[in-house]
């Protein structure tokens, strides 16, 4: 499942999203580790110094905002058409 993130609300919402599915034990439909290039984007996001992207990428789920390092932000481009 793609997720893109743009702005608190969401941002808001989608912490919600995890939250519910970890409590019904269902996080994994966030997640895509079936990817090809999975373990070697997992790496890249984990050099990341953004604490919540590294933290929510475990969770399935990316996030995109201006307060972000452009770096960052372009990761979570690339991931998203990645599907990853």
Do not use: W
């Not at 994994?28 to 890249?44: A, G, Y």
């Not at 452009?70 to 990645?82: H, I, K, V």
């Amino acid at each position: 499942m793609k997720v893109d993130v743009l702005d608190q609300i969401r941002n808001d919402l989608e912490l919600m999203k995890i939250e519910l599915a970890r409590k019904y034990n269902e996080l994994d439909l966030f997640m895509n580790e079936e990817h090809p290039q999975f373990h070697l984007v997992k790496m890249e996001v984990a050099k990341s110094r953004d604490k919540q992207l590294v933290q929510l990428f475990g969770s399935g789920v990316g996030i995109h905002h201006a307060g972000m390092l452009r770096a960052d932000r372009g990761l979570t481009e690339r991931l998203f058409l990645m599907d990853c």
